[in-house]
């Protein structure tokens, strides 16, 4: 497809576990966003990478969370030992350019997580 | 640091009534401007965008502005249809960031009635 494909769309998991997101953005593009989106809240960045290099993980709210991107296309959001309060929607977009601020970032649908 | 505010919502309407959701916006240098909106169970579509002064971003019947003197960026529509309804989002993406990641506003709900 052309658009941004985020795989699971629903992910279940026990508090405790670890869970593992893909994003697939779209054939190309350079940069690469990881955004959290609580539930009634606007997104809020998580990671940023720029091809395989991850340049800003300012977001990411403890070290329980990892990303990477290691060919500079598809990236895998990780995170371990889950909490209640990481259950939200993930979402991944990226964009054709790095660095530019004009160019619009394309989403996925998102991966929903809840933790029980 | 840079933040967006909209309006509280749910902004609901009937159809063919106008439409304003006001975002205004604070950064450190000089951001493009996004409205994305977000239908039930979908991800963010991009709505339009203005990425300097006085640009005005448009498309299927929504308009929004960018005015630096009042730091804001509002979205019109003249018109609603019962199939606008959806979560509006306000957006920026500021240079001085470095990455250029968003900064989004906490959406609006926007319902209209047939």
């Known amino acids: 497809g052309a658009g941004v494909s985020q795989s699971p769309r629903y992910k279940v998991a026990k508090r405790g576990q670890d869970v593992a997101l893909r994003c697939d953005p779209i054939s190309g593009h350079v940069s690469l966003f990881w955004y959290q989106q609580a539930l009634g809240q606007g997104p809020e960045f998580l990671t940023y990478?720029?091809?395989?290099?991850?340049?800003?993980k300012s977001g990411l709210p403890s070290d329980r969370f990892f990303a990477e991107r290691p060919e500079g296309s598809v990236s895998t959001l990780k995170i371990q030992r889950t909490q209640q309060e990481d259950s939200a929607v993930y979402l991944c977009a990226s964009s054709s350019q790095a660095r530019v601020s004009n160019q619009p970032q394309h989403f996925g649908d998102g991966t929903r997580l809840s933790i029980l | 640091g840079d933040s967006v505010t909209q309006m509280e919502g749910p902004v609901t309407l009937s159809e063919e009534a106008f439409l304003t959701i006001n975002c205004t916006y604070t950064a450190t240098g000089y951001p493009s401007l996004f409205w994305y909106v977000q239908y039930p169970g979908e991800g963010l579509q991009l709505l339009l965008k203005a990425t300097k002064a006085d640009d005005k971003g448009s498309n299927k019947g929504f308009e929004a502005t960018y005015r630096k003197e009042t730091t804001s960026f509002h979205l019109e529509k003249g018109s609603v249809q019962v199939s606008d309804s959806a979560v509006y989002f306000c957006?920026?993406?500021?240079?001085?960031?470095?990455?250029?990641?968003?900064?989004f506003g906490t959406g609006t709900r926007l319902k209209v009635l047939a």
């Open positions: 957006a920026l993406s500021d240079p001085s960031s470095g990455t250029y990641k968003y900064i």
């Open positions: 990478f720029q091809n395989e290099a991850q340049l800003d």
